[in-house]
């Protein structure tokens, strides 16, 4: 019976919420006050506005990666346990049939307006399209958060403060702009507001006003969605008239190591040197004299691509090659191209705690994986494949056992 007392207590923690902690919301209210309004006043935001932002807001406890005060210094929490993967489960049969088929009915469905879009800033129908259904699932998925909440919380606690800072501040100008009204500003657990999922300083930079009623509402608003998706596209150097890349056959003679955004020659000189379509098509006039790049998203152990700077850009909007793929392979789609030809090879048996090992082997050879992350970016990539040719392996830029056992 003893033990009950302490089990009630324990329970009327589990209860109260966090953010009922008076010390808590205290210092909230004085970081507002002491360091956030100053900022805000001096970029014009009002009063008013700064009030009604905060009006009946505590900070999220719940939310990842905050350093709350008082605990010790956190790290960036990679889940080393997790099983490492390939592309397959991303691009999905499942996840690319929904984003297809919804897309193609709102091709349809909007047809007129994307038109003129993309007659406005050149950038194709379908890749917008891929990209709301990615985002938001066509305006479809709840946007769960108060922006002020979120954005304030981690502007406070969060590891990345400036960072968070900076969207804060810009969250209060566009209320103060008029754009939404401060007390609807919806966003996802990181701050990404409308369905678009713009942070709020690209939100000032990229959002537009297409339907013409004054208010850029990424919100409500398809027209005004769409066209800032576009615009951002477009603002990102997007190349009106090029594909987004193309599946390829690439012999061994085109190392894998020579992937990469910064390693671009004209396309001409790749057909020289045998890479070819997987349709057997010849690669497109327009292209041909143009730019591409090796692109291989698992190596030389799944589908493989020759890129055009396109695939940079929607890099852009979400730095993961997986994301890219899944926005252009899900347009060409729409239009009614198939699936990849190549499978993804089933990845040996490794954790992302293997490969982040991996990585730092690699980094201490004097290879350069663009951060120790358990995920097989293209630097990751290359680096591999520089690596097993140094020991003698076949190329093929993709962890394996065998090359985790070669380096240990
Ligand atoms: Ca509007």
């Not at 090879?345 to 730092?360: C, F, I």
Request: net charge negative.
């Amino acid at each position: 019976m003893r033990l009950l007392p302490a089990f009630f207590a324990s329970l009327l923690v589990l209860l109260v919420p966090a953010h009922a902690d008076p010390s808590i919301d205290a210092g909230f209210r004085s970081f507002l006050q002491t360091e956030i309004w100053p900022e805000a006043e001096a970029r014009g935001v009002s009063r008013t506005v700064f009030d009604r932002a905060f009006q009946g807001v505590a900070p999220n406890l719940e939310l990842p990666d905050l350093q709350l005060p008082g605990a010790s210094e956190t790290v960036e929490q990679i889940n080393f346990q997790a099983e490492f993967k390939n592309g397959s489960d991303y691009l999905s049969k499942r996840a690319l049939g929904t984003t297809v088929r919804t897309g193609r009915e709102l091709l349809a469905r909007h047809a007129a307006l994307l038109e003129r879009i993309e007659e406005r800033y050149g950038v194709p129908a379908p890749i917008i399209i891929a990209i709301w259904g990615r985002e938001s699932a066509f305006g479809n998925a709840a946007i769960p958060h108060n922006a002020f909440e979120v954005l304030g919380t981690k502007a406070w606690l969060s590891r990345r403060k400036q960072m968070f800072r900076t969207e804060l501040l810009a969250a209060l100008e566009i209320a103060e702009n008029g754009d939404r009204p401060v007390n609807v500003m919806r966003s996802s657990w990181a701050g990404a507001l409308g369905q678009p999922q713009f942070m709020p300083s690209k939100f000032l930079q990229y959002a537009v006003d297409f339907d013409g009623d004054g208010k850029r509402d990424i919100w409500n608003s398809v027209p005004d969605t769409l066209a800032s998706i576009a615009n951002y596209l477009k603002e990102h150097g997007w190349q009106t008239g090029r594909d987004w890349g193309f599946e390829a056959e690439i012999p061994m003679s085109v190392s894998c190591t020579t992937e990469g955004p910064d390693q671009g020659r004209p396309i001409s000189t790749f057909v020289t040197d045998g890479v070819s379509r997987v349709s057997g098509r010849p690669f497109p006039d327009r292209e041909i004299g143009e730019t591409g790049h090796v692109m291989m998203p698992a190596g030389r152990m799944g589908p493989m691509f020759l890129a055009t700077p396109n695939f940079y850009v929607l890099k852009a909007y979400n730095n993961s090659d997986l994301y890219a793929l899944f926005v252009g392979h899900a347009a060409d789609r729409m239009l009614g191209s198939g699936t990849f030809s190549t499978g993804w090879k089933e990845p040996d048996s490794l954790t992302r705690g293997d490969v982040a090992k991996l990585q730092s082997k690699l980094v201490a050879l004097g290879h350069d994986v663009g951060g120790v992350d358990g995920l097989a970016g293209f630097k990751t990539r290359r680096s591999i494949g520089k690596v097993e040719r140094e020991f003698g392996l076949a190329e093929t830029c993709w962890p394996s056992r065998r090359l985790v056992e070669a380096l240990d």
